[in-house]
């Protein structure tokens, strides 16, 4: 899950990173009042999901209090990158002397949070990897001692942060860590954190990304979640407790357990396919969470044939099978189904689906070549 520019902000203020002062308003009117709050000059920024808010003319500063209900108005409403602006943040318009980029990811590799700095603020950290490689420092946190006083004074020295503002960066950076691990947080940023005209530092854009699996131990964060920005299909799944992505081939997919389900897509693509989604429907499936996951396939009209594939373990084949036939009553499926059911109860549930006027296979090639067979004649 993904937060928003001035949620991000918020939080990682409570951990004493430096941020404009400033509000998020949902029309002009209130845009106006922030402003006349404020009484300097702000800047209005968009607060969609998206990066290169910028660029694409989602941030644009304003002089008073009249401007800023103009320039609020024509961003309300703005389509950035398909995402529809509902709020905007009105902050006080930072005096920017220099941008640096700071942040922090797990680093699968090294198996460690690594916190990157770069004095090439302000644009996107892979263009600058890409890019300038060498003008990124990087440094690797042992998760028991946390970020290091000596880490952060190395970042500072490495992007060629004036002296007199180490002291303030190395508390930056050690909030920010602090902000990353306490939220179960896989992204934090500040792009661009600004060294200001009188020479202070100031973050100015914040990204954080949660780790929806700990999101049961963050209520206040779950409560952030910003359901515009998940498709309806994407909020049903999470409501049946489904992992669900939506991709954009022909072959709807259902299985059970994760790593099955990316075997699945592998075997589609082998056989020439292209899966319409990634869904896993868990461990202990019952009917019910079955019919929810093929009401989510078919509600994609790019599906032309739904491929079930399910390994019986603790999923029972059966209980897949009683899925199926009740979401076969309950639903209008105008598309073939193939399926593939293996192991736990498999001959219950094989007996089942052919009660019902349905056959299935164990081999998996053997249905997955059907599947891509059927999307091509469709
Ligand atoms: P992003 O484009 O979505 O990453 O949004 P940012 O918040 O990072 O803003 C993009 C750029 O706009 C920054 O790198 C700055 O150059 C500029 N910008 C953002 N806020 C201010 C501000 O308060 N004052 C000034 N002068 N520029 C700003
Ligand atoms: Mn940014």
Same mark, same amino acid.
């Given at each position: 899950m993904k937060l928003h520019e001035y949620q991000s902000k918020r939080l990682f203020a409570r951990y004493g990173v430096p941020i404009p002062r400033g509000d998020v =308003?949902?029309?002009?009117?209130? !845009? $106006? $009042?922030?402003? !006349?709050? @404020?009484? %300097?000059? +702000?800047?209005? #920024? &968009? %607060?969609? @999901? +998206? /990066?290169?808010? /910028? #660029? !694409?003319?989602g941030i644009r500063l304003a002089n008073d209090p009249d401007e800023a209900e103009q320039i609020a108005d024509a961003i309300l409403g703005m389509d950035i990158k398909g995402l529809a602006v509902k709020k905007v943040l009105v902050d006080e318009a930072a005096d920017i002397a220099t941008e640096i980029y700071l942040g922090i990811v797990i680093d699968r590799a090294r198996r460690r949070p690594v916190m990157m700095a770069s004095a090439e603020g302000g644009v996107e950290i892979e263009e600058v990897a890409r890019a300038t490689p060498e003008r990124i +420092?990087?440094?690797?946190?042992d998760p028991f001692l946390g970020l290091q006083t000596y880490q952060g004074r190395e970042l500072a020295f490495g992007i060629g942060l004036p002296k007199n503002l180490v002291r303030d960066f190395v508390k930056i950076a050690q909030g920010l860590y602090q902000a990353f691990l306490e939220s179960d947080a896989s992204l934090a940023e500040i792009n661009p954190l600004v060294v200001t005209g009188t020479g202070k530092l100031l973050a100015v854009d914040g990204k954080v990304l949660l780790d929806d699996n700990a999101l049961f131990r963050h209520f206040e964060l779950a409560e952030m979640r910003d359901a515009d920005s998940e498709t309806l299909e994407e909020q049903e799944a999470r409501r049946h407790g489904l992992s669900y992505v939506k991709l954009d081939g022909e072959i709807g997919?259902? +299985? *059970?357990? =994760? /790593? @099955? =389900?990316m075997a699945t897509m592998d075997i589609i693509k082998l056989h020439g396919g292209e899966p319409a989604n990634f869904l896993d429907i868990g461990g202990s499936s019952n009917p019910d969470k079955v019919v929810a996951a093929l009401e989510i396939i078919? &509600?994609?009209? *790019?599906? #032309?044939?739904?491929l079930f594939n399910i390994f019986g373990g603790i999923t029972r084949c059966d209980d897949v099978a009683n899925g199926i036939v009740e979401a076969t009553k309950r639903i209008d499926i105008d598309v073939p189904l193939v399926i593939r059911l293996t192991g736990t109860n498999e001959e219950e549930g094989v007996r089942i @689906?052919? /009660?019902a006027g349905m056959s299935a296979a164990t081999s998996m090639d053997e249905v997955v070549e059907r599947a891509v067979a059927l999307a091509a004649e469709a």
């Open positions: =308003a949902t029309t002009p009117e209130e !845009a $106006r $009042r922030i402003t !006349a709050r @404020l009484d %300097q000059r +702000v800047v209005i #920024k &968009s %607060q969609v @999901l +998206v /990066g290169g808010r /910028g #660029k !694409a003319g +420092v990087r440094v690797t946190i997919c259902m +299985v *059970n357990g =994760a /790593g @099955l =389900a078919t &509600s994609d009209p *790019n599906v #032309k044939v739904i @689906l052919e /009660g």
